[in-house]
């Protein structure tokens, strides 16, 4: 009777050992109650309480995407969302961070002029109107914590890359011919107002301090722009909007990972040598299609360390999951993969490493296959460890 | 049955008909003879070996509702689920050694248990119009595999005669060994101005990740019946699930309904189970033995 109330209890002590394991790993949807509005996410930044979500607000009552903001804790659960009124729209990325604020594009629909909108951890925004800088398109910080923003100039017909300080000022900046007689204009009210079909991938960021480049229209194409906020360094030239660059990520010197598309063909390289002093065509670095990858996806490229250096690209695939691919930095050499999503569409619109090494990547599913919502995917540090092994 | 559990309850049954034969040709080589004093000393004290087979119904028990889909703007209770209790069979086998003393018996019962349980949700969306109403209901049904092993006491109410009546209760630890949930869904449309549903999937996942293993107690009773040598018990035991069945850590871990706003609930995981044990006794006096 001793012996077997003694196996009994060890039975049970025995069981109550549990596993111990990473809790962090979340996937949430973020849904509202309206079947007549959708939203597009664009960006996430990491704040104290959690997240910050920037999104397009699809309303029936403005032209363009109105701006809305949602602040997620760590783990993943809504807190409170702030919609901007009707006078800020078209929210662009990327979401930066300089000391407590974040920043982020947004435009008046009258103006037509780009605003530097900023945010607390609150959600207390402020704006700023970059007066003369028309059609925001694209915006970054530089390694001095100023601001890139690329925009397109209505009454000159011309890409405008500039610098803005802190406050909005401008500090330097170079327009860039779309070409003789090449009215772009309609191209761009495509990309604002029907970005499923006619979006494109404006780009702008900063290849070492002092060089910048610009995704966008540059001499009759939509062509990858490297340059000092003077005439172009090289170019990467794309073929009209029908063939370019989707997304670029400087690796080391002149390597680069790019991802771009010709016409439905998708392409990629981890790792891909560019003389950025010269001129190139998008096409010269297709070499294989990706044919795992919708149609013009939308494609992120960022940098993942732990003890190693890795390239991860994220792009949509044909089942209408975003993939996750993980390349050694070095070699670009593929290290893992992962696809997310399931049963319901999944678009990508962001990839983003926080500070404590986790990815995060943001999107829109369709909710019961019709309602536009975004999500989080936090996929933690550890779980990566075993997607790299 | 899947064939999860089909694999489990044949493995189970080869196990107990083994013990079982072992038992049983003990007793055809043992065979002492005791004088009446020592007769009736033996008769207090047995242990038993057997199987046991029955069913059980599963009354989960919620205490904290999520989803995957965190509302923007109405309430998250409006996405809580509602559960079917008691409604839905499993299956139970396992194996049952009981030591037997003066009308107090102590046991494990090694056992696999299937318990099941079902619940549905309702996501729903208007617009300006009526006609921009939409819903989807949910219907799920959730199937746990367990290795349970109680440990448990029963108190015979008649400790002499063929039929014997016993309260008892215990503890127990079930290790979950596997789980599958199947969901359908149904879409109601009101575009054309009239409710038109149709079927909109029917989705089985494997989800073994997002269980755990759990603690619980139970009491119940029953009634023995000691003929042609064995014990044929049948009892109804109260299964109280004291720790959480749901992984919490991997609640929101990315799987195909996650999409559909499915995760596990927190969840007590009580349930009912009905079996009826067939017990060989290990010890004897011989082959004249009338015990009882």
């Given at each position: 009777m001793k012996k077997l109330l003694y196996l009994s209890t060890l039975v049970i002590l025995l069981a109550c050992e549990e596993e111990l394991k990473p809790s962090d790993s979340f996937t949430k949807i973020y849904d509202t109650k309206r079947s007549d509005i959708k939203y597009e996410p664009v960006d996430v930044v990491e704040i104290e309480e959690g997240f910050i979500i920037l999104a397009k607000e699809d309303r029936e009552e403005i032209t363009y995407a109105g701006v809305q903001l949602m602040v997620i804790d760590e783990d993943g659960n809504f807190l409170k969302a702030v919609s901007m009124d009707d006078n800020h729209v078209l929210p662009t990325g990327n979401f930066v961070t300089i000391e407590d604020r974040n920043y982020f594009l947004a435009m008046n629909p009258s103006s037509l002029d780009a605003e530097i909108v900023s945010v607390d951890d609150s959600l207390n925004i402020e704006t700023v109107t970059l007066s003369g800088i028309q059609y925001p398109l694209a915006f970054n910080k530089t390694s001095d914590n100023q601001f890139l923003v690329l925009s397109y100039s209505l009454d000159d017909g011309e890409t405008v890359l500039s610098l803005h300080d802190i406050n909005g000022v401008y500090s330097n900046g170079h327009p860039f011919t779309t070409g003789a007689g090449n009215d772009v204009t309609d191209d761009i009210i495509n990309h604002y107002l029907d970005p499923q079909r006619s979006g494109l991938p404006f780009k702008c960021g900063e290849v070492s301090s002092g060089s910048y480049y610009f995704n966008g229209f540059y001499n009759f194409s939509f062509s990858m722009v490297f340059n000092k906020l003077a005439a172009p360094t090289g170019v990467i030239q794309g073929q009209g909007t029908n063939g370019g660059m989707t997304a670029i990520l400087p690796v080391d010197g002149s390597n680069f990972a790019i991802f771009g598309f010709q016409f439905n063909d998708n392409f990629y390289q981890p790792l891909q040598s560019i003389d950025i002093n010269s001129t190139t065509s998008s096409i010269d670095y297709l070499t294989l299609p990706a044919s795992e990858y919708i149609a013009r996806t939308a494609a992120k490229i960022v940098s993942y360390e732990n003890e190693t250096k890795y390239t991860v690209i994220a792009a949509e695939t044909q089942s209408r999951q975003v993939n996750i691919s993980f390349y050694?930095?070095?070699?670009?050499?593929?290290?893992g993969s992962r696809n997310i999503g399931f049963i319901n569409p999944f678009n990508l619109s962001s990839v983003r490493v926080d500070s404590e090494n986790n990815l995060l990547i943001l999107g829109s599913t369709l909710v019961s296959g019709r309602f536009q919502r975004a999500f989080l995917n936090k996929i933690h540090s550890s779980e990566i460890e075993d997607i790299l092994n | 049955m899947t064939p999860n559990v089909c694999s489990y309850a044949s493995k189970l049954l080869t196990v107990c008909f083994l013990l079982i034969a072992a038992s049983t040709y003990g007793q055809r080589t043992m065979k002492p003879k005791l004088p009446n004093s020592d007769y009736k000393k033996f008769l207090k004290t047995q242990w038993w070996l057997g199987m046991r087979v029955g069913t059980t119904l599963s009354g989960p028990s919620a205490k904290e509702t999520f989803s995957s889909i965190d509302p923007i703007d109405y309430?998250?209770?409006?996405?809580s689920k509602t559960y079917s209790k008691y409604k839905n069979p499993g299956v139970l086998i396992g194996l049952d050694l009981t030591f037997y003393h003066r009308g107090v018996s102590a046991g494990i019962q090694p056992t696999f248990k299937q318990l099941i349980y079902g619940y549905s949700s309702l996501l729903q969306w208007e617009g300006t119009t009526p006609e921009q109403t939409f819903e989807s209901s949910y219907d799920s049904k959730q199937k746990l595999n367990y290795l349970d092993i109680p440990f448990i006491l029963k108190f015979d109410i008649l400790t002499d005669g063929k039929i014997r009546p016993f309260v008892g209760g215990g503890v127990n630890y079930a290790f979950n060994i596997g789980a599958e949930k199947e969901t359908s869904i149904v879409n109601t449309d009101n575009t054309s101005g009239t409710p038109r549903s149709y079927d909109a999937g029917n989705f089985v996942v494997n989800n073994q990740d997002q269980f755990k293993n759990f603690f619980g107690m139970k009491f119940g009773g029953g009634v023995s019946f000691d003929y042609f040598n064995i014990r044929t018990a049948i009892d109804v035991f109260y299964n109280l699930g004291f720790t959480n069945v749901s992984d919490e850590n991997a609640r929101y871990e990315l799987n195909e309904l996650t999409t559909l706003g499915d995760v596990n609930d927190d969840l007590n995981l009580n349930h009912l189970s009905v079996a009826v044990s067939f017990l060989f006794p290990l010890r004897y006096i011989d082959n004249t033995f009338q015990p009882y």
């Open positions: 050694e930095a070095e070699t670009g050499e593929l290290k | 309430e998250v209770e409006d996405l």
